[in-house]
């Protein structure tokens, strides 16, 4: 069983930068591949970000390529979510979740684990 518990988001003017942290319980973090997510309100959950076990492998939502970074810290049993130049319709709340596979998957269901979430607010 894994824990995850995000934090760092609020709200910012757009242009500005956040970086959201994932902290998750237990002694196995680095065998889980870890994902980022989003759900706008009225909208359906969607895929920003995935990273692999070693933290080389990265894949990104085409919305957010070259404007997020997601990146770990198997030692600190933490997964980040560097977000820079944002949007308005980055507004969402952003849910960390992790998943025990080799290869990382933009599919919502493959992940076993979610955090609470996160409220990210980009203002005009």
């Known amino acids: 069983q894994v824990q995850l518990v995000e934090s760092g988001g609020g709200l910012v003017q757009g242009g500005g930068s956040l970086r959201l942290s994932c902290v998750a319980s237990?002694?196995?973090?680095?065998?889980?591949?870890m994902g980022w997510f989003r759900q706008a309100p009225g909208k359906g959950r969607e895929f920003v970000a995935a990273?692999?076990?070693?933290?080389?492998?990265?894949y990104y939502a085409d919305s957010v390529k070259g404007r997020f970074t997601i990146s770990r810290d198997n030692a600190k049993n933490t997964v980040y979510l560097q977000m820079n130049s944002l949007k308005p319709e980055d507004t969402a709340v952003y849910y960390c979740?992790?998943?025990?596979?080799?290869?990382?998957?933009?599919?919502?269901?493959?992940?076993?684990?979610w955090g609470q979430g996160t409220q990210v607010t980009v203002a005009d």
């Open positions: 979740a992790a998943e025990r596979t080799t290869v990382p998957h933009t599919a919502i269901t493959a992940y076993d684990y």
């Open positions: 990273l692999s076990r070693g933290g080389v492998n990265t």
């Open positions: 237990g002694r196995t973090f680095s065998s889980y591949v």
